[in-house]
């Protein structure tokens, strides 16, 4: 690493230590759903008045039940129908990740462009994520796609940072040189300090722990296959990975070539799913 990049590093992790990095909240119409879905008292009814109030994240909401995964008979035309179809706990994980799209913004337009960048990927991830969940294992795809949005969320704190230090934005080799090492532990604090399940808050060190030991399947490994998979075929470093070192393969049931694996049958899923998301 170069002299300046473990110079930002330490800033970064000074500030976090001194709680002068800004990490971010959640949106409050997130919060309140999480709120809402956390209480077993609460009904179908208080979780609809919730996300009523957010006429954007009720359409999109509409437009995930009329999903073709999701194969419904009945078209859905509002959100009560909606939230009957998808249930407390998918709608929790799939609104919050649908509201989290709006955290990716910023007021300059160079980290503006790196923020689309990282979820427009993570989208694409999230949505293979739901895929190979919902046929490799008998864990939750609402969980899996939630998994997928925030597996690079330790990258906003950094490009905030970079934000208020232009120099930092200018020199994209280092900023990535600093992203690579931080954005993992970031991720993690972050999604900690959300209160996110257990299963969920080590994702984003997790997901690059290729030779990761592990006896069951579980979410990290779905998201390091998925992004495996996004990458494949491309000029990211990523899509050099030798993918039969990769332990989640195996721990999936999949063949470390991808290209033979069984990705046509599920092409057309896998773009459904990502286009719940964009």
């Excluded at 110079?7 to 409050?28: G, M, N």
């Excluded at 407390?88 to 923020?115: H, P, W």
């Excluded at 689309?116 to 994520?129: D, K, L, N």
């Excluded at 039969?244 to 290209?259: I, N, P």
Aim: one cysteine or more; charged letters at 25%; hydrophobic letters at 45%.
């Amino acid at each position: 690493m170069s002299q300046l990049a473990e110079k930002v590093s330490q800033d970064i992790i000074s500030a976090l230590e001194a709680d002068r990095l800004v990490l971010p909240t959640l949106p409050e119409v997130a919060l309140r759903v999480r709120e809402v879905a956390e209480d077993p008292d609460a009904s179908i009814n208080e979780l609809g008045k919730v996300i009523g109030s957010d006429a954007a994240l009720t359409a999109r909401l509409i437009k995930v039940a009329n999903s073709p995964l999701l194969r419904g008979s009945k078209e859905i035309t509002d959100l009560k129908m909606a939230l009957a179809r998808l249930g407390i706990e998918y709608t929790c994980n799939i609104a919050t990740g649908l509201a989290m799209s709006q955290m990716f913004q910023a007021t300059t337009d160079l980290v503006d462009k790196r923020m689309r960048e990282v979820w427009t990927r993570s989208s694409e991830i999230a949505g293979i994520c739901h895929v190979l969940c919902k046929h490799r294992t008998k864990l939750r795809p609402d969980q899996a796609t939630l998994a997928g949005l925030v597996h690079r969320i330790g990258v906003l704190p950094i490009l905030t940072y970079a934000e208020e230090n232009p120099a930092l934005m200018r020199d994209s080799f280092t900023l990535d040189t600093v992203i690579e090492q931080l954005q993992g532990p970031l991720g993690d604090r972050i999604l900690k300090r959300w209160d996110f399940p257990e299963q969920l808050i080590h994702i984003p060190t997790q997901h690059v722990q290729f030779d990761r030991d592990n006896k069951e399947a579980d979410y990290a490994d779905i998201v390091t296959v998925a992004m495996l998979q996004s990458y494949m075929g491309s000029n990211h470093p990523l899509a050099q990975i030798d993918y039969s070192s990769v332990a989640s393969f195996a721990r999936l049931g999949l063949d470390s070539d991808m290209e033979s694996a069984d990705a046509d049958d599920l092409s057309a899923e896998m773009e459904a799913a990502m286009a719940l998301l964009q």
